[in-house]
């Protein structure tokens, strides 16, 4: 049996639309339950519906043989498997965003900037040799700069709705981002025979 670690919600359905597509029964990830270890009909495939944060978790550990996550997430999350494949599904931007008028706090050296991809922003201004206040948030990131917590953010775009109905724009695109398939490094090896056709597979259909 072959185990996908999905993440939750939309990402979880689109994933599953594809597998389909590939072959894969995976039916029982549409279907309305609280159930999170979910096995396809035919038994060669079990699914498991976690947080977008723990699907490169389970992969990681062997838990799972492959996952599906955003890009965002693996940066956040950086883990010890193998990305393999970009599934071109759930497209967005990393972005640093603010008020229009106040560009040039980008170059504020007491910059704030807040968060929930607290990892992923410090290494960016890290790398810049930029000291920047990172201020973790864990949602609703738009109202920091609304309310004056923190003078920009750096968050995911899709798109861009939020930012125009809180008077926001891009001001930096820094990462673009998508769905990706992950595989764990041993199953791999240990389950070629099953994991690398469904890899070509996939690969033929994102084209
Ligand atoms: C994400 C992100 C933005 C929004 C971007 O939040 O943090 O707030 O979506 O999408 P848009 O460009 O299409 O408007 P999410 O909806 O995941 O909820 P959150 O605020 O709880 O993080």
């Known amino acids: 049996m072959i185990s996908v670690a999905l993440a939750k919600g939309r990402l ?40 977008p944060a723990d699907v490169p978790t389970y992969v990681e550990y062997g838990i799972a043989d492959l996952g599906i ?14 990305e393999m494949l970009d599934l071109k599904f759930e497209p967005c931007r990393l ?7 106040k560009k040039e706090l980008l170059t504020n ?30 949602g609703s990131i738009e109202l920091a700069p609304v309310t004056g917590l923190s003078d920009v953010i750096f968050d995911v775009v899709q798109t861009g709705g939020t930012l125009r109905a809180n008077g926001l724009v ?22 070629a025979g099953e994991i690398l056709p469904l890899i070509d597979k996939m690969r033929e259909i994102v084209g």
């Not at 996550?69 to 193998?82: A, F, I, M, S």
């Not at 972005?95 to 008028?101: D, F, I, K, L, R």
């Open 95 to 101: 972005c640093v965003a603010g008020y229009p008028e």
């Open 12 to 51: 979880a359905n689109e994933s599953a639309e594809l597998l389909e597509k590939c072959g894969v029964d995976a039916s029982v990830v549409f279907s309305d339950t609280r159930k999170l270890v979910l096995e396809s009909p035919d038994k060669k495939f079990s699914f498991f519906l976690v947080k």
């Open 69 to 82: 996550v955003g890009k965002d997430t693996l940066l956040e999350h950086e883990k010890d498997l193998y």
């Open 109 to 138: 050296p007491h910059l704030r900037v807040a968060t929930k991809y607290v990892h992923t922003a410090r290494k960016l201004y890290a790398e810049r040799g930029e000291e920047v206040e990172i201020i973790p948030l864990n």
């Open 170 to 191: 891009v001001l930096e695109e820094v990462f673009d981002i998508s769905a990706r398939l992950v595989v764990n490094k041993v199953s791999l090896k240990t389950k």
